[in-house]
């Protein structure tokens, strides 16, 4: 299982790392589609390319629970642990580099993304490696995934006014 559990966090991480760089580009590329808008982001906002990690993820789970996740009484709620590791990341980080240190950068964003990424394939190898109980049930971390893509959904259409849904002086479409 060891093996085969590493082969897939690598192959996971290469998935999220390219699918979600391509749903960087797909909204615009769509022609502004609203069901791309959905699960791509639709401007620079870090509420927008916290989609870009968390539909992938999400869709790359799916594959693997099929393949071995059934295995894993706690799957889906490591996943869903490594998926919210994954979004306070990605916002503690972004305002601790661009807020405390002033640096805003394109290339840091980008290798920013693929850290957090590795930083999350990592910890959830870790978890399902050594299986130890877990507090939160399979069936509401499932829910819990439904309530975070609602609200990617929803806040992509009625975008609240603070700084994490702000592009430039807009926010969301």
Known sequence: MNRSLYLWQIAGFL????????????????AQNFAVA??????ESVWEHMKLFFFPVVFFALIEYFF????????????LRGVVLGIVLNIVLYY???GAFGISSLLVDVVLFYVIIAVVFLYETYMLKKPRDVKISERTALILFCVIALCFVIFTFLTPQV?????????GI
């Open 96 to 98: 601790l580099i661009s």
């Open 15 to 30: 998935f999220v790392s390219i699918i979600g760089t391509l749903l960087h580009f797909t909204y615009d590329l769509s």
């Open 38 to 43: 959905l699960f791509s982001a639709v401007n």
């Open 68 to 79: 071995w996740g059934k295995q894993n009484k706690h799957f889906w709620s490591i996943k």
């Open 163 to 171: 700084p994490l849904f702000e592009a430039a002086g807009t926010y």
